[in-house]
């Protein structure tokens, strides 16, 4: 047993109020987000490119054909699971700071490579290894916001993380509009696309060296001194921001065990939250990056022009950071399970709409829609799934589960490439909305009930 100490850390840390010192962190732990973000929607617009450069194909002979954009979307899920998978259990031994600094690094110095490539091979291999450090970012970010963040303010740190992040597409929509169609100083658009996100990602690492570690991961692994200077900082941060002191902590009795094994994710209590979030991530990412990973393609299948396509997008894209900040009011209101089911339920009716569509305002309306509807459900979820496991193993269970996510993603990339050429967009919307039907009747049966409940009660 690793003592008392551990638990007074998560007492005094649950006290803490959500000052201005607290949301700055939050913010600077969301900014590599933002580019986790503009890497995986950067596929839907530079698809374009790389179809018109006669480096790839949107209708593949086959599942595994390299020229196939499917088979590139294939890589880079591929890649960000084994980032989630292989190497989640690395933020659980040496830190969550520390995998900020590697997964930024690793992405951007492979995209750059990426970008001067110039086979299908070349681009889909490095692609692949620049995904594993992108896998890496999301699962420490949502690690570390629930160790800092107190319960009754969760919900409302992740919708504006999660807002941060999709900050980001709009963004790289823009830069697809603007750059594909072009060749700025001889280098094809999709090229720059990609080396101002690598060249974004190392700004937004330097930024970030002053986010601390985890005052609870710190506690759980000894290093007691450290644990202290930085709860003690945090604690005078924010009694400077209130003018008065803190209340005294509400000491739990709950032993805390300091290691923290794999195995634990598959005996009780996690086994059953283990199988219900890996079938959760299996089936979500279909809608959210089936569609957001698709939208220029889908239009262009729809008859529009692929420079109309990328307009169309952008404008669709702007949506994304809408969603969480939409939800913002009710993040810690409405019980996060209900959350996913009701966003579940809207995603699924509203791509249907979206595939039925010919007038412009119309496909545009309910694209838009759809990407409401997911970035509400990718706030919740992300919160959702990290609060039900203990801190000792919280990154390895947010990799494992988080990692079936890219599993279904690559493999998604593959069928959407597969249903979009025998049936058409319909087949695409068809295939969304069964997996949003199967998502929905998990969560609603099985998930947990979270909201304002302490980590170490939900652990229990």
């Known amino acids: 047993m690793a003592g008392r100490y551990p638990g007074e850390v998560a007492a005094r840390l649950d006290r803490l109020p959500m000052t201005s010192g607290l949301w700055r962190l939050v913010i600077l732990i969301s900014l590599g987000g933002a580019f986790e973000f503009y890497d995986l929607l950067m596929t839907a617009y530079v698809a374009p490119g790389l179809v018109a450069g006669g480096l790839f194909t949107a209708r593949a002979d086959g599942f595994f054909a390299i020229n196939g954009i499917g088979f590139f979307v294939f890589c880079t899920f591929a890649g960000m699971w084994l980032g989630s998978m292989g190497f989640g259990f690395v933020a659980d031994r040496m830190g969550r700071r520390t ?75 823009l830069l697809g509009w603007l750059l594909v169609p072009l060749s700025p100083f001889g280098l094809e658009g999709w ?133 969480p900040l939409l939800a913002f009011a009710i993040a810690d209101r409405i019980e996060r399970k209900w959350q996913i089911v009701a966003a579940g339920i809207v995603t699924g009716i509203g791509i249907l709409l979206f595939a039925r569509q010919e007038n412009a305002a119309l496909v545009i309306l309910f694209g838009a829609v759809v990407t409401l509807a997911n970035n509400w459900l990718s706030f919740a979820f992300h919160g959702y799934q990290a609060e039900q496991f203990p801190t000792r193993i919280r990154a390895r269970a947010v990799g494992f589960v988080y990692s079936w996510s890219r599993v279904s993603a690559a493999l998604a990339g593959l069928l959407i490439g597969f249903f979009l050429k025998e049936g058409g967009t319909m087949a695409v919307a068809l295939f969304i909305g069964a997996a949003m039907t199967l998502m929905v009747l998990v969560i609603g049966i099985w998930g947990p009930v979270t909201l304002h409940r302490r980590l170490e009660e939900i652990s229990h």
């Open 99 to 173: 995998m900020f600094t590697v997964s930024l690094v690793w992405y951007s110095l492979a995209t750059a490579v990426m970008a001067f490539q110039h086979s299908a091979a070349g681009i889909d291999l490095w692609r692949f290894i620049a995904a594993i450090g992108v896998g890496l970012e999301q699962v420490t970010i949502d690690t570390l916001l629930p160790e800092l963040v107190p319960p009754p303010k969760r919900g409302r740190a992740f919708a504006i993380s999660q807002g941060i992040a999709f900050s980001a597409v709009p963004l790289v929509a």
């Open 191 to 323: 090229r720059w696309v990609a080396l101002i996100g690598a060249s974004g990602a190392l700004f937004v690492w330097w930024f970030r060296r002053n986010v601390p570690e985890s005052p609870r991961w710190l506690a759980l692994h000894g290093r007691d001194a450290e644990a202290e200077r930085i709860l003690g900082g945090l604690e005078r941060q924010a009694e400077r921001d209130l003018e008065r002191p803190l209340p005294a902590p509400e000491m739990a009795s709950d032993a805390i065990e300091e290691k923290g094994r794999f195995g634990e994710l598959f005996r009780r209590p996690y086994a059953g939250r283990t199988l219900v979030m890996s079938v959760f991530n299996a089936m979500q990412t279909i809608a959210f990056y089936g569609f957001g990973s698709w939208v220029p393609t889908l239009l262009i299948a729809k008859g529009i022009h692929v420079t109309t396509s990328l307009q169309y997008a952008f404008i669709i894209a702007l949506a994304n950071p809408v969603g």
